[in-house]
């Protein structure tokens, strides 16, 4: 059972951890991530994230590098299908995938193990994916209410056995993965159970999101918990994700929580740079600035440019006001810029909120 005043990074607050996390000047023995034969050094993954992490998005990180290995953002299988069936563009989110830098894996999600393994095998095949991961913990209505996958399979272990293992079966020698949430509720809690489910099916690697469905994103992300599961796996690696926002907390996940890879998710979406810095942190080494002020609005106005050139200037323009906003967070002003982005409906109107109204300094 997980109880609510246990759900944190670190069992206590930030403040807590401010006060816990140990100098990054020593360095620490943090070896390369092995996800079965595939090497992912720097240990350091970036999350995927719905409506966020795209062909964009991933070359804009990849620009400042630091990341090990990166992730579309998560795709439904049956849709993929019925696309493909109705001889459609495949989705959106595997804009750029066909091209772009390795390694890159690709998270998909559905309830149907026969579904899962062609659509894993269409991506081996057609899109040489370096790995293909399987979405366990999106608690998001739609997908577990309405669809049934998601975290909403956390609850039927069984089920997830055989979609893993069909997976693993038709993508091979590429890894499949799994990532799950610690349950589905704080009382359900059963990711003991699940991370030995996980490994027994034969997935290459667990990463686990210190949360249960319940929580969405609320309250902190439970790294004991996630540490524990460490003892439940034999041979598979143990990844980490939840309320990593610095480098300090990279290193401080490494050093206490026995994980062998971090990954980091909403954090990033504004610092694209963050890799970079808990890259150098773990090295030992200097940890990068944070980019100027300039350099960050040309850091989004190129992120724009990328978004327009696939979507078109209206539909391109829309999708960017949520990342202009991110960029913007935890600065003076962002609310005030906020309201202006939100309203841009073309390049040069774009260009000018950014010039005239992006935050000066941060709070």
């Known amino acids: ?99 772009e830098a390795r390694p890159l894996a690709v998270q998909i999600w559905d309830n149907e193990p026969e579904t899962m393994a062609k659509v894993g095998r269409r991506l081996v095949d057609e899109y040489q994916v370096s790995v293909v991961d399987i979405n366990f913990g999106c608690p998001v209505r739609q997908v577990t209410q309405k669809a049934h996958s998601g975290s909403y399979l956390l609850s039927q272990p069984e089920r997830m056995h055989a979609i893993i293992s069909q997976l693993v079966s038709a993508c091979a020698p590429t890894p499949v993965t799994a990532k799950i949430r610690l349950g589905c ?24 999101h210190g949360r249960t469905a319940e ?61 970079a810095q808990a890259a150098a942190a773990l090295r030992g080494e200097p940890i990068p600035a944070e980019p100027s002020l300039a350099d960050q609005k040309s850091c989004m106005l190129r992120h724009y440019d990328l978004v327009v050139e696939r979507f078109g200037v209206q539909k391109g323009t829309h999708l960017m006001r949520k990342f202009a906003c991110c960029y913007a967070q935890g600065k003076h002003g962002a609310r005030h810029f906020r309201t202006h982005v939100a309203h841009a409906e073309g390049p040069a ?15």
């Open 1 to 99: 059972m997980v109880h609510r005043s246990t759900l944190s990074i670190s069992s206590a607050s930030d403040e807590t951890w401010q006060e816990k996390v140990e100098s990054v000047e020593k360095p620490l023995s943090v070896k390369p991530l092995l996800i079965g034969s595939l090497v992912v050094d720097p240990p350091l993954l970036q999350a995927p994230m719905a409506g966020f992490t795209n062909y964009a998005y991933r070359q804009i990180v990849r620009d400042y590098g630091g990341v090990g290995l990166q992730a579309t953002e998560m795709v439904n299988a049956r849709g993929f299908v019925w696309l493909d069936e109705h001889e459609s563009e495949h989705p959106d989110r595997l804009w750029g995938v066909r091209d």
């Open 349 to 363: 109107e774009f260009h000018r909120v950014v010039e005239e109204h992006f935050p000066r300094d941060v709070t």
């Open 185 to 208: 509720t704080r009382k359900t809690a059963n990711a003991s159970l699940v991370a030995r489910v996980v490994e027994e099916a034969g997935a290459a690697a667990l990463t686990v």
């Open 215 to 275: 929580d969405y994103f609320k309250g902190n992300a439970d790294w004991e918990q996630i540490a524990q599961l460490k003892d439940h796996l034999r041979n598979i690696p143990l990844i980490g994700n939840g309320d990593i926002d610095s480098p300090e907390k990279v290193v401080h996940a490494f050093r206490h929580y026995r994980v062998d890879g971090v990954m980091i998710a909403r954090a990033a979406l504004g610092r694209p740079w963050l890799f």
